[in-house]
């Protein structure tokens, strides 16, 4: 009986990640060659940066509410019905030729709706687990899958620059908020009262800064965020210019090593000291950007095919660091701060700077490729040698109170 309970919320799980991979991948990845096709590039920088603005607020807000006021399922549940919705809207401001302030507001609103998904579910997924550092790589592994089938599903009916990907990805974020109700419950947590409003916007969180192993890791992920915005912006456009039809579907590359990554990633952990497995990740990222810079098609495919296990190695490596090691009254406001932290201050930055990079790198001229891709070599090389100039890995598990 314990085995069928067992087996029936790994399902439970599995599902929900591979839904909300599918759903994420169908949005973000189509969205700069739509933006494109519309008129409307000149909006990419700002657009992408919408997910980096409501980081600041969101995941934080959601985060404190699944810790103190509902159960992270039912919550998780309500912000796939508003995304949902506010992908759908978006997707038909784009199309019918709106004005960009309203497309841009209309997208700022989908991330703000958005952007704690992935925290949240990520709790839930935490919650279910016997043995996180074992586990917690494959079953992570089938939100990637997900993300490469709702890719794949985009290029398959020719939506790779219409809006159509946008109204199939509502469709999957309503089947999201459906199957939550096949997950098993999380206790709703006990009611706080007497908050200040830092503790309802979930901004204590912010002390769990003061360990210095947490603080690293968290300052590392962002640093590591910001030459990566560049990524999904201007990847789909290289690949065109090089003259690849369907870059959507080439863009899904970089999930093969991310699976094979997670798969490992259970292993690693238990062999080698996080440092190691983090410093692994960033030297990928190094050479991923450097594939890129060759500025020949099939450097760019092992570029891009690369890209996975840099995600994994760093990012996927900081989840289960701060499940292990912070409080569990904690958890979900950890995880929240590190969406903040990534999605907020260094995708901010990233697609920003990333922006101001590329014009600086085309201005009247075509793209000098090899020049963008290069600097952006060199800001991950930058990171890798101030983590291993600043992690000492030592520490206890503490909250963020201790």
Known sequence: MLTTLRRAEYAGIIGLFFLQGAALGMWFVPLSTVLDAHGLA?????AFATSGLAAFVSPLLFGA???????????????????AFTMAAASTAIGHGASPWVVLALIQLH?????????????IVFARLADAQREFGPVRAMA???????????????????TMAGYVGAVVWLVV??????????????????????????????SLLRNRDHRVVYLTTVLFTIPLAAFYPYTPL??????????????????????????????????????WIISFGLSFGVVRYLLSAT?????????????????????ITAQI?????????????????????NGGVGNMLGYLGAGAWFAACTGDSPTRWPLFWGGLAVAMAAVLTLFLAAYRGRGRREGGNA
């Open 65 to 83: 509410m699944a810790d103190r006021h509902a159960s992270p399922v039912k919550v998780l549940r309500g912000l796939a019905l508003a995304t």
């Open 111 to 123: 991330a703000f709706c958005s952007a704690p998904t992935w925290s949240i579910g990520s709790a």
């Open 177 to 206: 908020a459906a199957f939550t109700f096949r997950l098993p419950a999380l206790e709703a947590p006990r009611a706080v009262t007497g908050l200040t409003w830092t503790q309802r916007l979930g901004y204590d969180a912010l």
């Open 321 to 341: 660091y701060l499940d292990q090691r912070v409080d569990p009254a904690w958890r979900v406001r950890a995880q929240a701060l590190l969406s903040l932290l």
């Open 238 to 275: 290289n690949l065109e210019a090089l003259g690849f039809a369907h870059p959507v579907a080439w863009m899904s590359l970089g999930q093969i090593s991310e699976i094979v990554a997670m798969m490992m990633l259970g292993t690693l952990l238990t062999r080698w000291r996080l440092k």
């Open 42 to 46: 000149h909006l990419r920088p700002y």
């Open 144 to 162: 990637t899958i997900g993300w490469m089938g709702g890719c794949l599903l985009v290029s398959a009916i020719g939506a790779d620059r219409s």
């Open 295 to 315: 500025g020949t098609p099939w450097g760019l495919l092992a570029g891009i095919a690369v890209h996975g296990a840099t995600f994994t190695f760093v990012q």
